[in-house]
């Protein structure tokens, strides 16, 4: 099945709830950037995370970026989400292995790291993006977010988010938000009920593993809530935006002199993509134009 991301309302719209399904756009970072276990599990939940945050924007050019920065050595974690649900992202250093805790889990929360910052950024396409930091609590990332709402945002929120990943590949990820919305914000027996209730769930990827599908989670959770399960799914996917027309005009950016000297000593230029691992070539011929482009301009 296709990766979707699905919304619902419930206690007459004083709780909103988002699902996503990121089972084959895991699995292709995974092999993009020929990720480890970890690392996969690190990125798939963050990519998870990211979506579910540019759910709620309204324009569709809308973008977030969540950057985790831990003492772990993973390094940086980063992903990037759009209201169109597309996502990218990348980890420092993803050839990195851990022993599984002592649950005998993917240890995501040392090789993230207990310690460090976790960077949300917020563009909505227009004006200047405005950004959020905050402290880590744990590196598992669900429980990063999850602090980060209810500090730089004061939207107490559940987040869950998984990925199980085997040799042959990711077999199950994806998250889920439950956030009760300022008209119920008071109301706290609502609010132990909701944590009772996601507290009762075994982890996000278990239910999925299950056979459950999003719609079933929801009324397993809200059912008794008057439950509103809004009927439009958005598909998601792995989507760089990266071109070769775009490297080539960020080598213009090195200068004329910079170019000669690529042009001279390799006779091509070559580029990566962080994002999403792209390889881009630029030979004699293309480096000469762009040499010539640039002196022309500069007459």
């Not at 939207?155 to 919305?181: D, H, I, K, R």
């Not at 960020?250 to 390799?266: F, H, S, V």
Request: net charge negative; with cysteine; hydrophobic share 45%.
């Amino acid at each position: 099945m296709a990766d979707f991301l699905l919304r619902a309302t419930a206690a007459a719209e004083g709780i909103r709830a988002v699902g996503v399904i990121t089972t084959q756009l895991t699995d292709e970072a995974r092999q993009r950037h020929q990720l480890s276990y970890v690392a996969t599990a690190a990125l798939g939940r963050t990519m998870a995370a990211s979506l579910i945050l540019a759910s709620s924007f309204k324009q569709p050019q809308a973008r977030v970026n969540v950057r985790i920065q831990g003492n772990g050595p993973l390094g940086t974690v980063f992903a990037d989400a759009g209201a169109d649900g597309t996502v990218r992202g990348y980890v420092q250093y993803p050839s990195i292995e851990l022993p599984p805790n002592a649950k005998g889990k993917l240890d995501v929360g040392a090789a993230v790291g207990h310690q460090g910052y976790l960077y949300v950024i917020h563009d909505l396409g227009y004006g200047y993006p405005y950004s959020s930091t905050v402290e880590l609590v744990s590196g598992e990332i669900a429980e990063d977010v999850t602090y980060y709402l209810a500090t730089s945002e004061q939207t107490p929120s559940a987040l869950m988010l998984g990925v199980f990943v085997e040799e042959a590949g990711v077999t199950a990820a994806g998250g889920l938000m439950l956030q009760v919305l300022p008209k119920a914000a008071n109301d706290e027996h609502l609010i132990a009920t909701l944590e009772q209730r996601v507290a009762s769930l075994k982890g996000f990827t278990p239910l999925l593993q299950a056979g459950r599908t999003l719609p079933d989670i929801f009324q397993e959770l809200l059912g008794d809530m008057d439950l509103q399960i809004l009927p439009q799914r958005q598909m998601v996917r792995f989507h760089c935006g990266c071109s070769h027309e775009r490297m080539l005009a960020a080598l213009k950016l090195l200068g004329e002199a910079e170019l000669k000297d690529i042009l001279a000593t390799e006779a091509k230029a070559e580029a990566t993509c962080q994002f999403c691992n792209a390889v881009y070539w630029a030979d004699q011929p293309m480096l000469e134009q762009l040499i010539a482009e640039l002196a022309t301009a500069s007459v």
